[in-house]
């Protein structure tokens, strides 16, 4: 049963920020309501699993791996990581900006979620912060253009672009900037920042943007801080561009999010892997709910310059995007030609989607090869290795980072 390739069905996750278009032509369907469309989820998390066709059932897959964790994942996984799919793969529509956010490392997941139940918040209650005992670093990979902002500048860069705008009002803010180490000013501008009274927010976010209207053809950063303001008037984040690094990533391009790091996705179609995992927590550019103590214990204080990463080619000719956490890797396979490629690897679960063209993957007790069309997936256990992929086009394929 598990040594073949199993086709996958995947939830749509319906955000306000979402494209109306992006996923819906990825995935050869109609939205005729043009609901937005925000994330394709692949993977096995319980807020909203994948299914996998299994002898002409449809199974959840979460519940699939309950039941035969070994043949699914593999010895390695289930040894280093557990009996769960470690990662969560997903494509992500970005019409609008998401929310600055940043997700807490293991520990502090672990210690969240226990207090959280101990006081008997629901899991799906809006001001839960944490809904899992996970960690959640992120590799996210651009499939256009697409923006982000990520961790903290380096002070004398924005306290330059403070000084660009220029008026009386900010200079408090940016007073806090210039005296003691990196990571106490840091600390201090967004303390003062998110706790600031919404009055005071108010009066020095108008003075901001009247500037940054003016120098918004001179700098990106500007004409971001007007976009942000007419969406939030009076959200901190509307400064977010001034002290956090802007990215701009071309297709092919990607960046690694680990845990405490600031950051926000402002626009683009990308596709993204992470450890399984739903805990956020928000620090502007939002109507959620925001735990400002609770988002101070786990960001990360410290500017750092914003790494792109660009693949590797393996042995095999995939490239490769390389990442610390053990959860995952994200590959891509791209045979321009009619081509295959063979993967003996080391029997560990893998989830492949195709996004452009068509190809067959077969297991090794697969016996008829499996049609994969473009925003169609499948899943890989780890008892169908050794299994070949033959077609022409392109498939991005996610598995854990133990091979």
């Keep these: 049963m598990l040594e073949r390739v199993l086709p996958m069905k995947n939830p749509i996750q319906h955000y306000p920020w979402g494209s109306r278009t992006a996923i819906a032509e990825l995935l ?87 207090r959280e139940e101990r006081l008997g918040i629901p899991l799906d209650a809006p001001h839960r912060n944490y809904r899992d005992k996970n960690h959640k670093p992120e590799l996210l990979c651009a499939m256009t253009p697409f923006e982000a902002l990520k961790g903290f500048r380096p002070l004398e860069e924005t306290i330059e672009l403070l000084n660009q705008i220029g008026t009386s009002s900010i200079v408090p803010l940016r007073q806090v900037l210039e005296g003691g180490d990196e990571g106490s000013a840091l600390r201090a501008f967004f303390t003062k ?41 009076s959200d901190p984040g509307v400064l977010s561009p001034l002290f956090l690094n802007l990215v701009t990533l071309a297709p092919g391009e990607a960046i690694y999010l680990p845990a405490g790091q600031l950051h926000a996705y402002l626009g683009g179609v990308g596709i993204e ?110 008892a169908a290795h050794p299994f070949q992929l033959k077609g022409k086009g392109t498939c991005y394929m996610a598995c854990v980072n133990l091979v």
């Design 28 to 114: 050869g369907i109609q939205n005729p309501e043009a609901r937005p469309m925000a994330e394709l989820w692949m993977g096995a998390h319980p807020k909203s699993p994948s299914t996998v066709l299994v002898e002409d059932k449809w199974i959840r897959l979460d519940e699939l791996i309950r039941s035969a964790p070994g043949p699914l994942l593999g010895t390695k996984v289930i040894e280093k990581l557990g009996e769960t799919l470690p990662f969560l793969f997903k494509v992500l529509a970005a019409a609008e900006p998401l929310s600055i956010q940043a997700h807490p490392n293991k520990a502090q997941a672990i210690e969240g979620f226990e």
């Design 193 to 233: 920042l998110m706790r600031m009274d919404k009055e005071d927010l108010e009066r020095i976010l108008a003075d901001v943007v009247v500037a940054a209207e003016r120098l918004g053809r001179e700098r990106k950063e500007f004409w971001w801080v007007v976009r942000l303001h007419e969406k939030y008037p």
């Design 273 to 382: 892997i992470m450890a399984s995992s739903d805990n956020v927590l928000r620090g502007g550019l939002t109507t959620k709910h925001m735990d400002v103590d609770e988002l101070l214990k786990v960001v990360s204080f410290a500017s750092q310059f914003p790494e792109k990463i660009l693949p590797r080619e393996d042995e095999s000719g995939v490239k490769v995007y390389l990442a610390p956490p053990q959860e995952f890797r994200l590959s891509v396979v791209e045979l321009p030609d009619e081509g295959e490629k063979r993967f003996n690897g080391s029997g560990t679960v893998r989830v492949i989607l195709c996004t452009t063209g068509s190809f067959q993957v077969e297991g090794k007790g697969q016996g008829k090869a499996l049609d994969l069309s473009r925003g169609n997936s499948v899943l890989v256990p780890a």
